[in-house]
Structure formats: C-alpha cells, structure tokens
C-alpha cells in the first residue's frame, strides 16, 4: 500500500526507500512482529476457547496443557496479512494470490479449530472434508499461478542440483503444485504437536524462501545462479518477512509453558503459504529440504497408519514421530530444541541447492 503511494510522496525525503524490496521486508517483519506482540495479551485474556487434548498422547500433555487457549494462528495470519498488504505492492498478482491461499486455508483451521472446542474433542472436521478444501484450493491457487506465468517458464517443473533438466507439461505440473501446497499445509499441522515446534522451523523455511524468492525475482542473480528467472516474484519476500516477524510475536508467548496454542488456524495457513511460495517460485523441490523436518513428521504419520493397518504393529511408540521421542523419556525441550537443529541443517542444505547445480 505504502509502495503504490510512493509516486505521490516521493518529494518526502527517505521515501525513496520504498522502492527497496529489502528495505520493504525489514519494516514488514517489524509491523507484524509489533502488530502480534501486543495483540497477544489481548487475545489471550478474552477469547478462551481452550484446546482439546490428545487422550492417548504423552500424559504430561494431559496434566499440563489442558486448558490452554488456542486459535492463536489468527492472530499470526492477521499480521502476516495486514504487514504484507501495507509494505508491499498491492498490484502484484503473486502477492495477491499468496495472500488469498493463505486466508482460505486459515479460514479453514479456524472453522477446524471451532468444531474442536465447541464439542470438546480433538477430532475436528473430518479429515477427508478438510483434504478436499485443501485439494480444490490448491487446484485454483496453482491454475492461476500458470497463468501469471512468462512462456518460457509456463509448464516447466526444475529440480535441484540439475540446471538444465525440466519437464515440460503443465496438466502435471499443476497437479504436482496441489500435492505440494496440501502436503505443505498437513506437514506443518501434523509438526504442530509441542511448544514451539512447528514455528521456530517454519520462521527459518520462511526465511530461505524469501531469499529464494528475492533472487528469482531479480534477473541478474536468476541469471547468475542459472535458475528460472520470475518476474514480480521479488514481492514475496515482503510476504515471507512478514510471516516471520507475525510467527515470533507468537513464539514470544507459545515459549513453554505455552500461553496459547497456534491451533489449525495457523499451522494449515503457514503449511500453505510456504507450499504455495515455493510454487510461485519454482522451488517445489527445495522447499521438500529447506522443510525437512516437516517431511519427516509428515512421513513417520504415513508409515505407522500404513505399518499398523498392514500388520497390527507400529514401528514408533507414537506418531508423529516427535511424541515418539517422548515416549522414550525426552523432556519436551529436549525434542524441540533439537529438531530445531535438524531444521536449521536441512535449511542450509537446502540453500546450497542455489549454487550447486
């Protein structure tokens, strides 16, 4: 909003800045981290819908997370929303979409994260029901983006490590996108089982996709590394900023004991967006290592649902795998601080894609 305002203040000294997507970025991380910040306080003392929990989980869970408010993933996409929407160019297509993925998965959460409290279960909405919102969106979400596309990137899927192979089919590739932003979105739910969990790891692929996409969106280094150039792509990385900023107001006060929870409202949204940016961005692929611990979590559900319907047995004494490790005898810090750690790794790894190629 401020940027379409730039041609008619730009007589105002310092507003040249407006013009730097960087400097743009930065001052989106600090409105949504301020915005959340003390949104929080307010939130926390007048909406108490407490979060069901798992009967079957660790028994700690049970003793010392009943009660919690949850739903505090509305707040996280409210600030990512307003902050990307205020620094950002509300003319770019791309930001635009990403923006509505983000609110209609949200959206969905919420109404998730509604049926929860109100019955006093932690079943929700029927997860085929969920799945298909996920599915359609996605489809809509990923027809639009290859619409938007320049033709010598329409229809081209890129792999890392690889700088001249790529498939050319735009029916599959926007099959592909759907899997990937649905996959994306239920990762980052399924991680979302422990204080801070889930955030910490999605501020840090957040960060890696804004870089990604500030490059693919400026020739030059597109040219350089030798990746598909996107044009008006560099907007997103006010999004991913913003996300950040909004995820740190909220780890501020989900730091254990946890003072409200995201609930589905913010991790399906947050899952999402960072599908749906590594679409954008052709960086499907990278996003599958800057997200691997999201993978992992995702993966360890698939092979105890398939495991035990085979055999009767399970392979991890919980699922996902992170109630595995507690079940082993590991303090709850002790499994999120190091699967932050895994994160940060899988991070790096998936930066190097940039170059190695």
């Known amino acids: 909003m401020l940027y ?6 730009n007589f105002i000294t310092g507003t040249n800045l407006l013009r730097y997507i960087t400097f743009r970025t930065v001052c989106s991380l600090l409105t ?51 902050s990307s929407l205020l620094w950002g160019d509300i003319h770019n297509d791309y930001l635009l979409l990403i923006l509505g993925l983000t609110f209609v998965y949200s959206l969905l959460g919420f109404v998730d994260d509604y049926f929860k409290t109100k019955y006093k279960n932690s079943k929700g909405l ?31 899927l890129t792999f890392p490590f690889f700088k001249n192979f790529t ?45 990604m996409s500030y490059i693919t969106g400026h ?24 996300l950040i900023g909004a995820c740190l107001g909220f780890l501020w006060y989900n730091a254990p004991p946890a003072k409200i929870f995201m609930g589905d409202t913010g991790s399906l949204a947050i899952g999402g967006a960072l599908g749906g940016v590594s679409v954008i961005i052709k960086h499907e692929f990278a996003l599958a ?14 092979l105890q649902v398939s495991y035990f319907k085979i055999t009767g047995k399970r392979i991890f004494l919980m699922a996902p795998i992170h109630h595995h490790f507690e079940k082993k005898g590991w303090s709850e810090s002790t499994v ?22």
């Open 4 to 9: 379409s305002l730039f041609p008619y203040i």
């Open 32 to 82: 949504a981290l301020i915005f959340s910040f003390f949104i929080y306080p307010i939130f926390i003392k007048h909406f108490k819908r407490n979060q069901p929990i798992r009967k079957d989980g660790p028994e700690t869970h049970v003793l010392y997370k009943q009660g919690t408010p949850t739903m505090g993933g509305a707040i996280i996409i409210a600030s990512t929303i307003l």
């Open 126 to 156: 029927c997860g085929k029901q969920k799945l298909f919102v996920q599915i359609i969106c996605g489809l809509i979400f990923s027809f639009l983006v290859e619409q938007l596309r320049t033709q010598d990137i329409a229809g081209h």
């Open 167 to 211: 498939i050319n089919s735009s029916v599959f590739l926007i099959i592909f996108t759907t899997f990937v932003i649905v996959g994306s979105s239920n990762a980052v739910n399924l991680t979302d089982g422990l204080d801070g969990l889930a955030t910490f790891p999605s501020m840090i692929v957040a960060f890696c996709l804004g870089i």
């Open 219 to 242: 020739f030059v280094f597109a040219n350089y590394l030798q990746i598909f150039y996107v044009p008006m792509s560099g907007e997103l990385s006010i999004f991913c900023g913003a």
């Open 289 to 302: 290592i800057i997200g691997g611990l999201f993978v992992i979590e995702a993966i360890s559900v698939i």
């Open 336 to 357: 999120v601080i190091r699967f932050w750690i895994i994160s940060i790794v899988f991070a790096l790894i998936g930066l190097a894609t940039l170059k190695l190629r």
